[in-house]
């Protein structure tokens, strides 16, 4: 679990640094990306810069996470404290998108070494 534990922190620190090319080199090619604003996913890496790209136009998220557990199936669940504030750093009010305050948990599928799937959990599906 410590290698893919490794690349996941690192995903979080790239996220939260703005480096876009960063995270992608962790990913498949053809990833499924959890779309948190809008529902569904997103899929390879030129939809995942379009999503992140467009989110971050918009607000200023922040994850953090706090701990990790392995899942049956192998996936990699992240217990994360999501902040999610306006582009000038105060809390939201009044959005109409899905991002708000809140532990959520990211689960995440490796392929071959890299993330080929991410989905989000609400925090009471979160055991870790």
């Known amino acids: 679990m410590d290698d893919d534990v490794k690349i996941?922190?690192?995903l979080y620190d790239r996220f939260n640094a703005r480096d876009i090319d960063g995270v992608l080199t962790a990913l498949t090619d053809?990833?499924?990306w959890a779309n948190g604003m809008d529902g569904g996913h997103v899929h390879g890496?030129?939809?995942v810069r379009a999503y992140w790209t467009r989110q971050w136009a918009m607000v200023s998220p922040r994850v953090e996470p706090v701990g990790f557990q392995r899942t049956a199936d192998g996936a990699i669940v992240?217990?994360?404290l999501q902040s999610v504030r306006d582009?000038?750093?105060r809390?939201?009010?009044g959005q109409t998108h899905g991002l708000k305050d809140k532990t959520v948990g990211h689960v995440f599928r490796f392929r071959?070494?890299?993330v080929a799937r991410f989905d989000i959990q609400d925090a009471d599906q979160?055991?870790?």
């Open 91 to 93: 809390p939201l009010q």
């Open 30 to 32: 053809d990833v499924a």
């Open 78 to 80: 992240a217990e994360v």
């Open 8 to 10: 996941v922190e690192r």
């Open 87 to 89: 582009l000038e750093g």
């Open 45 to 47: 890496h030129e939809a």
């Open 112 to 114: 071959d070494g890299k």
């Open 126 to 128: 979160v055991a870790v």
